[in-house]
């Protein structure tokens, strides 16, 4: 589904002076950023700092009171069928009567258009996406019945049978074990080497360094852009996470970043 | 036993009633899933007692009662959605205010007519033996294109309820969709009120779809497992009612609240008793 504006070269996100918040509060004030095809980037920073804004205004949710911003050359929310959108998990009712197959059928929508039913590209892509992130087994399952990884799992399956060409992942693999954590990340490692971008929220710093190819630094503004490597900056790190950091002797720099919100996901391990 | 279920219907004011309630039974029964799935309950009760008030001034007006129930159910169900979206209060207190005003005022209406307490009753209680032929075509042609609405958009509906931010991300029109529900739910109202009234009609919508919901974990199944279930305990209850010579409206609730009972008790998923064996 390549379209020329996902050619090497080409702007994906093209954001200039950015400013987006709730009510009375800014949450992101002066974001200028580019992001091409390609690019796997980890959007970094303590709670509050504006990671899920970013993704939320990229994704269209979410309109910013000022500055430009485009996405595939097109306001945000223009261009559904070429971005994926996966939020963070409270937004959904559990004990909705629908399976892990219902769930990554979903993603399928904004391509079968409405009033028609899913035909078997789109029965291919489900079983396509499930295989990915390895749930085939549990397609049948009732979302409720399943472990707070689990969950994350299938609603990234339903990013990946979009086949879209922009993946905007709020905390994917928060609250998954280790060993998920490195299959989902292998995943989206070859969506990027397909040519495909994905910008995702993270808290592990640990998986920053050794996963994603570029990361964006945020506490309200934009803090630092570059490789992945910036999380061994201590000056990086001290002007992201300020008050959360602790200092120990030799130069270890210690984050204390409680992300209490996803509690459920860390207390059901796969 | 086939004349015990067919005598009755020796009369056209049962015949009548026998089709209105299985429409009534089964169309209740597909809206009410998704009150059921939205947490729709209380909004589904206000919706119903603001019909009141058109009902009863297309009553002094001498129409049909059904042109006043869906225009003040159809306008209180957009008000209350709008109210929704531009939270300037909470949703549940803009709906208390609604509910008893309006329904107030109908009753006032109510009061300035003379001899006014038979009609009353009906009102707010249903009479499923007083429905007429014209009725009958109303209920068929709404209630059809109620149903017709539902398998159209059926799956840009689920997306929408069951995870209304991811829907619009996928550029569903997340907002038209809620209001069109609504109104679904509006127009299910008010053509159901001649069936089983004002006061009872939430039942109707709530009960056989939270009696499904404690059998499946499937959607689909789900929609029709509570229309016909809904539509048989409503054709039970119109026999008892005929019979037992009692209510229609609140015998045709009371089936359906002794199935949500039964099914509380002995349900696969939710069944106390069950739960306990096992």
Same mark, same amino acid.
């Given at each position: 589904?390549?379209?020329?504006?996902?050619?090497?070269?080409?702007?994906?996100?093209?954001?200039?002076?950015?400013?987006?918040?709730?009510?009375?509060?800014?949450?992101?004030?002066?974001?200028?950023?580019?992001?091409?095809?390609?690019?796997?980037?980890?959007?970094?920073?303590?709670?509050?700092?504006?990671?899920?804004?970013?993704?939320?205004?990229?994704?269209?949710?979410?309109?910013?009171?000022?500055?430009?911003?485009?996405?595939?050359?097109?306001?945000?929310?223009?261009?559904?069928?070429?971005?994926?959108?996966?939020?963070?998990?409270?937004?959904?009712?559990?004990?909705?009567?629908?399976?892990?197959?219902?769930?990554?059928?979903? %993603?399928?929508?904004?391509?079968?258009?409405?009033?028609?039913?899913?035909?078997?590209?789109?029965?291919?892509?489900?079983?396509?996406?499930?295989?990915?992130?390895?749930?085939?087994?549990?397609?049948?399952?009732?979302?409720?019945?399943?472990?707070?990884?689990?969950?994350?799992?299938?609603?990234?399956?339903?990013?990946?049978?979009?086949?879209?060409?922009?993946?905007?992942?709020?905390?994917?693999?928060?609250?998954?074990?280790?060993?998920?954590?490195?299959?989902?990340?292998?995943?989206?490692?070859?969506?990027?080497?397909?040519?495909?971008?994905?910008?995702?929220?993270?808290?592990?710093?640990?998986?920053?360094?050794?996963?994603?190819?570029?990361?964006?630094?945020?506490?309200?503004?934009?803090?630092?852009?570059?490789?992945?490597?910036?999380?061994?900056?201590?000056?990086?790190?001290?002007?992201?996470?300020?008050?959360?950091?602790?200092?120990?002797?030799?130069?270890?720099?210690?984050?204390?970043?409680?992300?209490?919100?996803?509690?459920?996901?860390?207390?059901?391990?796969? | 036993?086939?004349?015990?279920?067919?005598?009755?219907?020796?009369?056209?004011?049962?015949?009548?009633?026998?089709?209105?309630?299985?429409?009534?039974?089964?169309?209740?029964?597909?809206?009410?899933?998704?009150?059921?799935?939205?947490?729709?309950?209380?909004?589904?009760?206000?919706?119903?007692?603001?019909?009141?008030?058109?009902?009863?001034?297309?009553?002094?007006?001498?129409?049909?009662?059904?042109?006043?129930?869906?225009?003040?159910?159809?306008?209180?169900?957009?008000?209350?959605?709008?109210?929704?979206?531009?939270?300037?209060?909470?949703?549940?207190?803009?709906?208390?205010?609604?509910?008893?005003?309006?329904?107030?005022?109908?009753?006032?209406?109510?009061?300035?007519?003379?001899?006014?307490?038979?009609?009353?009753?009906?009102?707010?209680?249903?009479?499923?033996?007083?429905?007429?032929?014209?009725?009958?075509?109303?209920?068929?042609?709404?209630?059809?294109?109620?149903?017709?609405?539902?398998?159209?958009?059926?799956?840009?509906?689920?997306?929408?309820?069951?995870?209304?931010?991811?829907?619009?991300?996928?550029?569903?029109?997340?907002?038209?969709?809620?209001?069109?529900?609504?109104?679904?739910?509006?127009?299910?109202?008010?053509?159901?009120?001649?069936?089983?009234?004002?006061?009872?009609?939430?039942?109707?919508?709530?009960?056989?779809?939270?009696?499904?919901?404690?059998?499946?974990?499937?959607?689909?199944?789900?929609?029709?497992?509570?229309?016909?279930?809904?539509?048989?305990?409503?054709?039970?209850?119109?026999?008892?009612?005929?019979?037992?010579?009692?209510?229609?409206?609140?015998?045709?609730?009371?089936?359906?609240?002794?199935?949500?009972?039964?099914?509380?008790?002995?349900?696969?998923?939710?069944?106390?008793?069950?739960?306990?064996? %096992?």
């Amino acid at each position: 589904m390549n379209q020329p504006s996902t050619e090497i070269g080409s702007v994906v996100i093209r954001a200039a002076g950015l400013e987006a918040g709730y009510g009375d509060r800014l949450a992101l004030e002066g974001i200028t950023l580019e992001v091409g095809p390609g690019e796997l980037v980890a959007v970094v920073g303590p709670n509050g700092s504006g990671k899920s804004t970013l993704l939320k205004v990229l994704a269209g949710l979410l309109r910013p009171r000022a500055g430009k911003i485009t996405v595939f050359d097109a306001a945000p929310g223009k261009r559904p069928q070429r971005v994926a959108f996966l939020s963070q998990a409270e937004s959904v009712e559990w004990s909705f009567p629908v399976s892990v197959w219902d769930v990554v059928l979903m %993603g399928r929508y904004s391509r079968i258009g409405w009033f028609r039913r899913p035909g078997a590209m789109d029965v291919a892509a489900v079983h396509r996406a499930l295989e990915q992130v390895g749930m085939r087994d549990l397609a049948q399952r009732q979302v409720g019945e399943l472990s707070g990884g689990q969950q994350r799992r299938a609603f990234l399956a339903r990013a990946l049978a979009q086949e879209p060409d922009l993946y905007l992942l709020d905390e994917p693999v928060t609250g998954v074990d280790m060993a998920t954590e490195e299959e989902l990340m292998a995943v989206l490692v070859d969506e990027c080497k397909r040519g495909k971008t994905v910008l995702a929220s993270t808290h592990d710093l640990a998986s920053v360094a050794v996963h994603f190819s570029r990361a964006i630094w945020l506490n309200r503004r934009l803090v630092a852009d570059g490789p992945a490597s910036l999380v061994r900056d201590a000056a990086v790190l001290r002007a992201t996470y300020g008050g959360h950091l602790i200092e120990v002797s030799n130069g270890v720099l210690l984050v204390d970043d409680p992300h209490d919100r996803q509690e459920k996901g860390m207390a059901h391990h796969d | 036993m086939i004349d015990f279920f067919l005598s009755p219907l020796a009369y056209g004011f049962m015949q009548r009633a026998l089709i209105a309630s299985v429409l009534v039974g089964g169309i209740t029964a597909l809206v009410g899933v998704y009150v059921v799935l939205k947490g729709l309950a209380f909004m589904g009760d206000a919706i119903s007692h603001a019909a009141f008030p058109g009902v009863v001034i297309a009553f002094m007006l001498k129409t049909s009662i059904y042109y006043g129930a869906v225009l003040a159910a159809v306008g209180t169900a957009i008000g209350i959605a709008w109210v929704g979206q531009h939270k300037q209060v909470r949703l549940d207190t803009a709906i208390g205010v609604l509910f008893a005003g309006t329904f107030a005022f109908g009753v006032l209406l109510m009061s300035t007519i003379k001899g006014y307490v038979g009609d009353l009753f009906s009102f707010l209680f249903g009479n499923v033996l007083a429905v007429s032929n014209t009725d009958l075509v109303v209920l068929g042609v709404l209630g059809g294109a109620i149903v017709l609405t539902l398998v159209a958009v059926y799956k840009e509906l689920l997306f929408a309820t069951f995870d209304p931010l991811g829907a619009q991300a996928a550029g569903l029109p997340v907002a038209a969709l809620e209001y069109g529900l609504l109104t679904l739910i509006a127009l299910t109202i008010a053509i159901s009120i001649q069936v089983v009234g004002i006061i009872l009609v939430v039942a109707m919508l709530v009960t056989p779809a939270a009696t499904a919901q404690q059998l499946t974990v499937r959607f689909n199944r789900l929609l029709i497992l509570a229309a016909a279930l809904s539509v048989a305990e409503s054709v039970v209850g119109l026999y008892i009612s005929y019979y037992g010579n009692w209510a229609s409206g609140a015998t045709i609730v009371l089936v359906q609240t002794a199935g949500f009972g039964l099914v509380m008790l002995f349900g696969q998923r939710a069944g106390i008793l069950r739960r306990r064996a %096992g």
